[in-house]
């Protein structure tokens, strides 16, 4: 039997404990080796998570509204697994695998900026373990329940560890109206159990509207009670880094402007992925890339021009 530090989906409900990993994994001999200092560190290490407000320029982000907008009259990919709709509306929710279908959206999972921080936050090589953009357009996109990305990726997907990243690039302006993404600073520090076995081709429906994999609102009571919750609000182009276990959300959107958000996964090459640990079968390479990590090399979008 698999020995399991972080077992979940469980018939009964299991107390939170701390995390069995680290949060920064670079060691004392390569935690200088990125652009981050010691109060990035530290702030990462507290809270889980980085904002850099408009840390790209909007002229840099506007070329990837012309890909989307070529990507919305692509038939074949509207109809493909890798498109989630919304539940109620019936717009686009969710496009997967960005960076295998868009050459563009590829360079820029290797943006040296981006992939110096995170290399060194996961001490070492990395690679691309999902890719995505969540779209919320006015009026009725719909919010995403409580939850960690770690329990989910753990529990279907065989993530043995937590050494995974997020970076999340605003397409659009976020602000309180529109369905920022909400985190519980801190709670990266515990691993949060959740109860109820994982239903068959759960993905099917969680990417729609999560069930299983939920905290009970009782750990998240306890949770916000210390750490709080906090929105990062900004133009287009700003970048949210966050850890893997960090409790993250957010609201509908209730106003009429449109919340475009891309997201890179970066998992470490030495975290690659094993069989789920509380689901009978894998999900699709679109959720979890399952092929041999081959780590990923910089790539300066500028070099041409110099």
Request: proline share 7%.
């Amino acid at each position: 039997m698999r020995n399991d530090d972080y077992i979940t989906r469980t018939e009964h409900p299991e107390a939170r404990y701390r995390r069995r990993d680290p949060v920064v994994h670079a060691g004392p001999a390569n935690r200088w080796n990125g652009p981050l200092d010691e109060g990035a560190l530290s702030a990462f290490e507290r809270d889980g998570f980085l904002w850099f407000e408009g840390f790209f320029s909007q002229d840099r982000m506007a070329p990837f509204f012309d890909e989307l907008a070529d990507m919305s009259r692509d038939e074949e990919l509207l109809h493909s697994d890798g498109v989630i709709r919304d539940p109620k509306s019936g717009a686009v929710r969710s496009v997967f695998d960005m960076h295998r279908i868009s050459p563009r959206f590829d360079e820029l999972t290797r943006d040296a900026r981006i992939l110096g921080m995170v290399q060194q936050l996961l001490g070492g090589d990395v690679y691309i373990h999902q890719s995505r953009i969540n779209d919320k357009y006015g009026f009725q996109g719909a919010g995403f329940d409580w939850h960690s990305d770690f329990e989910t990726w753990h529990a279907e997907d065989g993530m043995p560890r937590m050494r995974a990243i997020s970076a999340s690039i605003m397409l659009t302006d976020n602000n309180e109206f529109n369905g920022p993404l909400m985190l519980i600073p801190g709670s990266h520090h515990e691993f949060v159990p959740c109860q109820g076995t994982t239903p068959e081709e759960n993905w099917k429906s969680s990417l729609k509207a999560q069930e299983a994999g939920v905290p009970s609102q009782q750990n998240l009571q306890a949770l916000v009670n210390r750490g709080g919750i906090t929105a990062p609000k900004g133009p287009a182009g700003s970048l949210l880094l966050f850890e893997c276990n960090v409790l993250h959300a957010s609201n509908s959107n209730m106003s009429p402007w449109p919340r475009s958000n891309l997201f890179f996964v970066y998992n470490s090459v030495c975290n690659a992925l094993e069989q789920p640990f509380a689901a009978e079968n894998t999900r699709p390479s679109f959720l979890a890339n399952r092929e041999t990590p081959q780590p990923l090399e910089l790539h300066d979008p500028y070099a041409a021009m110099r």
